[in-house]
């Protein structure tokens, strides 16, 4: 089945340390995101990519970095310059236009 | 620039009770809406959509209708379930149908 992947499922990160968060979809999607979800809140976009070797930064990049070598990865690294890091990553694709999201089931992320 | 607002949660109904969740939104053009579901630990799934005014989306006993003139598109349910105590979040496309704004979510609980 086509879906999206995000891994691992719960990540922890030491002080000064940078981790990546994986996400892999089998969509063929055009589109992906990233987004940190906080305890009850919405969602905020760190970055997103329309196409390969191209992404533009959303309402809270820094700290954050990304890179879309291929159509069908979109990895997410958190450095250290993310002072607080620990919340719940989101990866998202679209085939198009106004299509409808398609979201992974997440990434929790806390600070040992 | 664009934005949605949903009601404040939590809400907490009895078993076969009517479901309405309120949703406006502030934008430029004519944005397509959006209604996700979001299980604990989880990421989001769509649950409707609307293209244009007067549009209604309708999945598993949800509706809601794009209304234009109030710039809402608010979410009801006949008779709510045990199984669909979850968050749900508003959603819109922006004018170039390639980002997204979310609503803060509003959490549902459903008592037996």
């Known amino acids: 089945d086509g879906g999206i992947t995000q891994s691992p499922k719960y990540l922890f990160r030491k002080e000064g340390q940078n981790v990546t968060l994986s996400c892999e979809q089998n969509l063929n999607h055009d589109a992906m995101y990233w987004y940190r979800q906080d305890p009850g809140q919405g969602l905020r976009l760190i970055y997103y990519s329309q196409i390969v070797n191209d992404f533009q930064k959303g309402d809270i990049a820094e700290g954050y970095s990304v890179s879309r070598e291929k159509k069908e990865s979109f990895p997410l690294t958190v450095t250290s310059a993310q002072k607080n890091p620990t919340a719940f990553y989101l990866c998202?694709?679209?085939?198009?236009?106004?299509?409808?999201?398609?979201f992974g089931d997440g990434t929790r992320l806390s600070i040992l | 620039g664009d934005s949605v607002t949903q009601m404040e949660g939590p809400v907490t109904l009895s078993e076969e009770a009517f479901l309405t969740i309120n949703c406006t939104y502030t934008?430029?053009?004519?944005?397509?809406l959006f209604w996700y579901v979001q299980y604990p630990g989880e990421g989001l799934q769509l649950l409707l959509k609307?293209?244009?005014?007067?549009d209604k989306g309708s999945n598993k006993g949800f509706e809601a209708t794009y209304r234009k003139e109030t710039t809402s598109f608010h979410l009801e349910k006949g008779s709510v379930q045990v199984s669909d105590s979850a968050v749900y979040f508003c959603a819109l496309s922006d004018n170039y149908g390639q980002n997204f704004v979310f609503g803060p979510g509003t959490r549902l609980s459903v008592l037996p």
């Open positions: 609307a293209t244009k005014a007067d």
């Open positions: 998202a694709s679209t085939p198009g236009r106004y299509q409808p999201q398609h």
């Open positions: 934008a430029t053009g004519y944005p397509s």
